[in-house]
């Protein structure tokens, strides 16, 4: 079972910056996709960036400028940079693994990102 470690949530001020990391089980580069994802309370989860296994980021439109994906075989891990941090911001944050050639996505449990004014 594959499972999705995801580390470094946790308390900060406006304006302030966290990094997130996601460490898969197995073989970060066998997901032609990771992503994060957050969900803040009583709202759907939203995807906030995602990035191929060929470097390509896409990001939500409210974190452009602010935000920056990226993935490091090297240390299988996928990271989420993020600066200029805004009360908005607070959720719960989840790293998403996509396996286009056998159908499936796995989750991470989430950290929690708290942004107070």
């Known amino acids: 079972q594959v499972e999705l470690v995801e580390s470094g949530g946790g308390l900060v001020q406006a304006g302030g910056s966290l990094t997130l990391s996601c460490t898969p089980s197995?073989?970060?580069?066998?997901?032609?996709?990771m992503r994060w994802y957050r969900q803040a309370p009583g709202k759907q989860r939203e995807l906030v960036a995602q990035?191929?296994?060929?470097?390509?980021?896409d990001y939500a439109d409210f974190v452009k400028g602010r935000f920056a994906i990226s993935r490091d075989s090297a240390k299988n891990t996928v990271y989420l940079r993020m600066n200029n941090l805004e009360v908005g911001d607070t959720a719960r944050y989840f790293c998403?693994?996509?396996?286009?050639?056998?159908?499936?996505?796995?989750w991470g449990r989430g950290t929690e990102v708290t942004v107070f004014s």
């Open positions: 197995t073989n970060i580069d066998v997901y032609d996709t």
């Open positions: 998403n693994a996509k396996w286009t050639e056998y159908f499936a996505q796995y």
């Open positions: 990035i191929t296994e060929s470097g390509s980021a």
